[in-house]
């Protein structure tokens, strides 16, 4: 700390602020990661009216981004009606890779791994504690690429069940140990040896609807259908429409220190897989005039081990939301991801999005320029009124509005 202040000049509040490691002890912060000299805190909120298989949820979401939380709970009250929303995560499945290099006849190779599957997935499952937890290596494929630059390649793919882990140090102890077994075989050597953040066989469904009426009527249920229909069309749209559901599910995975970069790598190549990037969530109208909407996305997530069960914030998400399984988890993120994405096509139909933004906008400005307690939202609003949301406006009406108190 010492010499990051010097190096940039930091005043003695500004250490004093970023030595605060908020509700991390130093003891959990230094062993979560390296170089720690201080914390960073951001709001943790609660998006509410989420009702997903028929069990009422209260969702926590860590992010900075304004509107979002608003906007989810909103889409979720829409969604409410019966079951409310569905959401159904398939078996936690991960891939683990091994790459082996300068396997001769490689084919011949592929089907020698092929015929001794069995005693692979044997000796996989003698690898870390997987197996007392119900988990373990279920299946194996192999693929060949011959001539590439570095001569033939033979990849083999172990699928392993990990079931409430995250499964990142499971599949990574299984492939590792299992890589010498698949030289000897082979004949090669292995170089790669870890899991695939391509999670395919761990996908989660989500579903639900909402009638017209609640919407706003018949135009905004068609809009929100176009909408659909042109991320559908436009990959350019269709990122920015995936990462409104992003919004919401990182949120959650935040809350819950999930590895976000795993989800968001897993999510954007899957909705690539067509060869063309698409939307990870579809919009459709059905004769009654009511608008269902279904997602379908990769979640690689858990609720045991890794810093889910360390950071004591997260164990307070996981307690709140009272889910018991990755399973579940994945659920409750994908019914998230849903109603965040018929909220943001709703503003966007309806009235665009500057309008909720800009009066969050408005009262960080007002936060930044020094404003606090009743005087944000009046320096909000002042701003608001005359068109004039800016800092520097902030400032001013500040300093007005403050020597009028
Ligand atoms: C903003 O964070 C997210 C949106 O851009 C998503 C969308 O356009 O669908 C509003």
Redesign the pocket.
């Known amino acids: 700390m010492k010499l990051v202040a010097e190096w940039a000049d930091l005043s003695q509040d500004e250490v004093e602020l970023l030595k605060d490691l908020g509700n991390l002890s130093r003891d959990v912060a230094t062993s979560m990661v390296e170089n720690v000299i201080g914390g960073m805190t951001y709001p943790f909120s609660i998006a509410t009216n989420f009702r997903i298989n028929s069990k009422d949820y209260l969702i926590p979401m860590v992010i900075e ?1 304004p509107s ?1 939380i608003a906007a989810a709970s909103n889409a979720a009250k829409m969604m409410r009606e019966g079951a409310g929303i569905i959401a159904k995560a398939s078996e936690q499945l991960m891939i683990g890779q091994v790459h082996l290099v300068k396997v001769s006849n490689p084919y011949v190779k592929a089907g020698i791994v092929i015929e001794r599957k069995n005693e692979i997935l044997e000796y996989a499952n003698q690898q870390g504690v997987l197996v007392k937890h119900g988990g373990g290596a279920r299946d194996l494929s192999v693929r060949v690429i011959e001539g590439t630059p570095i001569g033939n390649v033979l990849i083999v793919h172990l699928v392993v069940d990990v079931k409430d882990a995250m499964g990142a140090n499971a599949v990574n102890t299984i492939v590792e140990a299992v890589a010498p077994l698949l030289e000897k075989m082979t004949g090669g050597e292995a170089r790669l040896r870890i899991l695939s953040n391509y999670a395919v066989y761990r996908l989660v469904r989500a579903w639900g609807k909402v009638c017209a009426e609640e919407l706003g009527g018949g135009e905004v249920a068609k809009g929100i259908y176009e ?1 659909s229909v042109l991320a559908e069309l436009d990959p350019f749209r269709a990122v ?2 995936n ?2 559901i992003m ?1 919401g599910v990182i949120a959650v995975a935040l809350a819950t220190a999930q590895d976000h970069r795993a989800i968001e790598a897993g999510a954007h190549a899957y909705a690539s897989r067509s060869g063309s990037y698409k939307p990870l969530s579809i919009w459709r109208l059905d004769e009654g005039g009511e608008l269902y909407g279904y997602l379908e996305m990769p979640l690689q997530v858990g609720v045991v081990g890794g810093a889910t069960r360390v950071h004591p914030v997260a164990r307070i998400a996981l307690k709140i939301l009272g889910v018991k399984t990755a399973k579940e988890l994945a659920e409750v993120m994908a019914a998230v991801g849903l109603a965040q ?1 018929l909220a ?2 709703r ?2 139909v309806v009235e665009g ?1 500057q309008k909720g933004h800009m009066k969050l906008h408005a009262k960080n400005l007002a936060i930044m320029a020094g404003a606090t307690g009743d005087l944000i939202d009046k320096v909000a609003n002042e701003m608001i009124k005359a068109g004039k949301i800016r800092f520097d406006y902030a400032v001013e009406l500040v300093e007005k509005l403050r020597m009028q108190q």
């Open positions: 981004e979002v909408a920015t429409h990462k409104g919004n994405n943001a096509l503003a966007l999005i």
